[in-house]
Nanobody
Framework: EVQLQASGGGEVQAGGSLRLSCTAS????????IGWFRQIPGKEREGVSC????????YYGDSVKGRFTMSSDNAKNAAYLQMDNLKPEDTAVYFC??????????????????????WGQGTQVTVSS
């Protein structure tokens, strides 16, 4: 059974930083696609970042490029999202996801919500101005 647990959320002032963690079990973490998504009440979920753990390739949504950094520790079955220079519009519930990676001349992940296989419970991030 796949289990994903996001943690590390909290409240921070604009310009501050937070580091989210996603601990995982139930699948081959070292060759998988891990994603971070967020949802603001009343809006659709937004893909924030994803990573293919076999090679560490990462992809970011346009709204977080240059501010957020995703990483993983395959030995710990854990992924992280370092969020710097946070803005009030980053306020949301953040979820981690896990999916088999895509193979097409290489190995890829995706920020498309409907292609995520498993979702963990979210963690709230609140950024005050």
């Amino acid at each position: 059974e796949v289990q994903l647990q996001a943690s590390g959320g909290g409240e921070v002032q604009a310009g501050g930083s937070l580091r989210l963690s996603c601990t995982a079990s139930g699948f081959a973490f070292d060759n998988y696609a891990i994603g971070w998504f967020r949802q603001i009440p009343g809006k659709e979920r937004e893909g924030v970042s994803c990573m293919t753990t076999v090679n560490g390739n990462t992809y970011y949504g346009d709204s977080v490029k240059g501010r957020f950094t995703m990483s993983s520790d395959n030995a710990k079955n854990a992924a992280y999202l370092q969020m710097d220079n946070l803005k009030p519009e980053d306020t949301a519930v953040y979820f981690c996801t896990a999916s088999p990676p895509f193979y097409y001349g290489g190995v890829y992940c995706t920020l498309k919500e409907h292609l995520q296989k498993d979702w963990g419970q979210g963690t709230q991030v609140t950024v005050s101005s």
